[in-house]
């Protein structure tokens, strides 16, 4: 059974960068079968997508965060990881990984339970 | 980008009852519109795809409806379990792929 466990700092500074990575288990990470993407959650919102990644590196990301963003994979350990640098306070959420089928990329059918990220000093 | 309009943004009702949530789009986005339901401290969950299409494992008392600006997602019979917060979202345009605010449905 596919799982998918976000792993990072829960504190970080403000104007720091703040890396999380993603975990995928229990199934075929590297084939073309899917995509993999990254959703936040500020305390008490709704979902913001922040990006998406294929396992041969292309990436799409959110235009209001692609200035501070880079979402990487590595499939000899089965992890795709996400990099937002210049944090602030408004970049305090819980932060989800996800997959896509490569047919509908914005159709998230399998998420992690998500990891919460504190940016304050 | 797209703009997603939930409403209502919460919703009281009874175990039993027929429950109606709309999400309306800023343009129109034909069927590219996705549902989610997230219970507190949970990750959300795929409910329905491509506005109509039942993901696998989900009770068949939830339903999906709408093309163009209008959508709507009925639950028949509302379950103890179906209690939650449900998310709209886009998947016409991207990026960015776009979520409604959400709707939460609250037991009466």
């Not at chain 1, 963003?69 to 989800?96: C, E, G, M, P």
């Not at chain 2, 997230?38 to 989900?58: D, F, H, M, R, T």
Request: hydrophobic share 30%; aromatic share 12%; proline share 6%.
């Amino acid at each position: 059974q596919l799982q998918l466990q976000e792993s990072g700092p829960g504190l970080v500074k403000p104007s720091e960068t703040l890396s999380l990575t993603c975990t995928v288990s229990g199934g075929s990470f590297s084939s073309s079968s899917h995509y993999w993407g990254w959703i936040r959650q500020p305390p008490g919102k709704g979902l913001d997508w922040i990006g998406t990644i294929y396992y041969s590196g292309s990436t799409y990301y959110n235009p209001s965060l692609k200035s501070r963003v880079t979402i990487s994979v590595d499939t000899s350990k089965n992890q795709f990881s996400l990099r937002l640098t210049s944090v602030t306070a408004a970049d305090t959420a819980v932060y989800y990984c996800a997959r896509t089928p490569q047919y509908d990329i914005s159709r998230f059918d399998s998420w992690g339970q998500g990891t919460q990220v504190t940016v304050s000093s | 980008d797209i703009q997603m309009t939930q409403s209502p943004s919460s919703l009281s009702a009874s175990v039993g009852d027929r429950v109606t949530i709309t999400c309306r789009a800023s343009q129109s986005i034909s069927n590219y519109l996705n549902w989610y339901q997230q219970k507190p401290g949970k990750a959300p969950k795929l409910v329905i795809y491509a506005a109509s299409s039942l993901e696998s494992g989900v009770p068949l008392r939830f339903s999906g409806s709408g093309s163009g600006t209008d959508f709507t997602l009925t639950i028949s019979s509302l379950q103890p379990e179906d209690f939650a917060t449900y998310y709209c979202q886009q998947s016409y345009i991207t990026p960015p792929i776009t979520f409604g605010q959400g709707t939460r449905l609250e037991i009466k």
